[in-house]
């Protein structure tokens, strides 16, 4: 069974599109993430969830909404996509509070955007 | 502010011969340190952690990585490299108030026959 699963797994849309990325754990955990990874493969944290509340909300343009309708499921709605949001997004889950920081996170397979 | 930086952004080693990936962290307190690796097309695995025990972590796969506190080190080793080890490998460091994981910018590992 995969732990955290993404879908889908590539994403090839037009500019200015309306797009959903889904994330689901079956690990149990608390806390699930959503990562952005550039095209030089750096990684930043764009949202953080705890037992369905926003815990980190970092600096995202607000086209990007989180939906979290239970702990277990954590979604990316993207709207009016933009060139420069092509990249690889990954989902992430952790057992805990996101603040206890020393708990590992278990990251699904990522999804491949690509806006043209 | 946590961070850290990853010295080397290509490392190649034959096949058989000792990996070392290095990784200098900036911490005003007692950090969590990290390492994950990543393949093409997969996600990010945990290989090891340091979350203030002792300083020589041993992970998955025969690596292992030695906090070094006066050196604001946590370098990962591997005695011998295995084909299969060639992958993007990242140094991560966790965030003191939130738990946010800040990630070096990424080692990739090239293994040679």
């Known amino acids: 069974d995969t732990a955290v699963s993404q879908t889908p797994k590539y994403l090839v849309t037009q500019m200015g599109n309306d797009k959903s990325i889904k994330c689901e754990q079956n690990?149990?955990?608390?806390?699930m993430y959503w990562y952005k990874q550039d095209s030089k493969k750096f990684l930043k944290i764009m949202f953080s969830y705890n037992n369905k509340e926003l815990i980190i909300n970092e600096t995202v343009p607000n086209r990007f909404s989180p939906k979290s309708p239970d702990k277990a499921h954590l979604n990316l709605h993207i709207n009016s996509l933009e060139l420069g949001d092509s990249a690889v997004y990954f989902c992430?889950?952790?057992?805990?509070?996101?603040?206890?920081?020393?708990?590992?996170?278990?990251f699904g397979d990522g999804t491949r955007l690509s806006i043209l | 502010a946590q961070s850290v930086t990853q010295l080397d952004s290509h490392v190649s080693v034959s096949e058989g011969t000792p990996v070392l990936l290095r990784c200098n962290y900036s911490s005003s307190y007692s950090p969590s340190l990290f390492w994950y690796v990543q393949h093409p097309n997969k996600g990010l695995q945990l290989l090891l952690k340091y979350t203030s025990a002792a300083t020589l972590v041993k992970g998955i796969n025969g690596f292992e990585a030695e906090f070094k506190k006066s050196e604001t080190s946590f370098h990962l080793t591997k005695p011998s490299a295995h084909m299969s080890d060639a992958a993007e490998y990242f140094c991560?460091?966790?965030?003191?108030?939130?738990?946010?994981?800040?990630f070096g910018q990424g080692t990739t590992l090239q293994v040679k026959p």
């Open positions: 992430a889950s952790s057992r805990g509070s996101a603040a206890r920081g020393e708990q590992p996170q278990h």
């Open positions: 991560v460091v966790t965030s003191s108030n939130t738990g946010k994981l800040i």
């Open positions: 690990l149990g955990h608390d806390t």
